[in-house]
C-alpha cells in the first residue's frame, strides 16, 4: 500500500473518530443539568469531555491498535492496545472538546480536533486531520498534500495581503496579557481592519476558510493546534509559531492566509525583541 493512500485512510478514520466524539457529545449540550468540574489548570470539564475522547480512542482503538495516543483527558499510550512492543510509529492527537468554556455557555463554536501524526520529535508531521462542529454542522477535513474541505466541499484561505486590511482572531485578551504579550495584541488589534475573539479552534477554521487573514495565539497544548495546523496549510495557508518555527509544542501559534505570514512574524520579531 502507498504512502498517500495510507494517509487518506488515516483521514477517514480522523473523520469516523471526530464524528462518533461529537455524537457523544451532543446530547450534553445546553443541558441545564450539566455538571461543570474544574481541572488542576482551573480550565472547566464536563462528562462531555470524557465521553467524547472515549468515543474518539474506541473507534481509533479498534482500527489501529498499535498507534499511539496523545489526548487532553485521558493522556499518553505508546500502543492504543497497551502491549508492550513498537508500536506503528504514528500518533493520534485528539482535544474532545475545544472550547470547553464556549460548550458549558450554550454557545455552539466547540469543536473535536482530531490529528495523525507521524514521528515522535517536536517536528512530528500532521498526515491527516479532522474537526468538527458538531452544533453547527461544519465538519472540516484535510490529509496531507490532498487539499481541505468543509461538508465535502474545498475551502480555500482569503488573498488579503496587508494586515491594516486582514481580518484578525484571538481568544482573549487575557492570553496575551499571562504570556507577557499585551504589546502584540495592541499591535494585531489596531494594526488589522477587524477583530473577532474568543472561537477557540473555530477562527482557525475561520482563516482555513477565506473569512479571517491571521490568528495569533498564546498559551495553546499540542491538542488545541496539531488538528487545524494541517487544515490551514492545506486551505493555502501557513502555520508556525510566534518565531516562524513549526513545532507543534511550542505552546504558541500563529495562523494566517500565507500572504500574511511574513509581515506577521516580522511584526512578531519587533515587539518581542
Ligand atoms: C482552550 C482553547 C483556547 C486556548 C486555551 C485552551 P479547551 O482549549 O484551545 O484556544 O487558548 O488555552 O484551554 O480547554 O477548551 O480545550
Ligand atoms: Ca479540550
Sequence with gaps: MSVRSTWWQAGALAQAAARAAGAAAMPWFRRADLVVEGKADASPVTIADRSAEAAARAVIAAACPDDAWLGEETGTATRLDGQDG?????????????????????????SVLVACVEGTDVAERVIASAIGFPALGEWYEAVRGGGARCNGLPIAVSSVSELAQAGFGYYTYEMFRQHGLETVFQAFSSGTAEQRGGGDAYLHMLVASGRLDVCVEPGLQ??????????????????????????????HAVLSNGALHTASIALLHRLRH
Excluded at 88 to 109: A, E, K, M, Q, Y
Excluded at 232 to 251: K, N
Design 86 to 110: 513498537p508500536g506503528s510509529g504514528r500518533t493520534w492527537i485528539v482535544d474532545p472538546i475545544d472550547g470547553t468554556r464556549n460548550f458549558v455557555r450554550g454557545i455552539p463554536l466547540w
Design 222 to 251: 499540542v491538542w488545541d493546534i496539531a488538528a487545524s495546523s494541517l487544515i490551514v496549510e492545506e486551505a493555502g495557508g501557513r502555520f508556525s509559531d510566534l518565531t516562524g518555527g513549526r513545532d507543534l509544542r511550542a505552546g
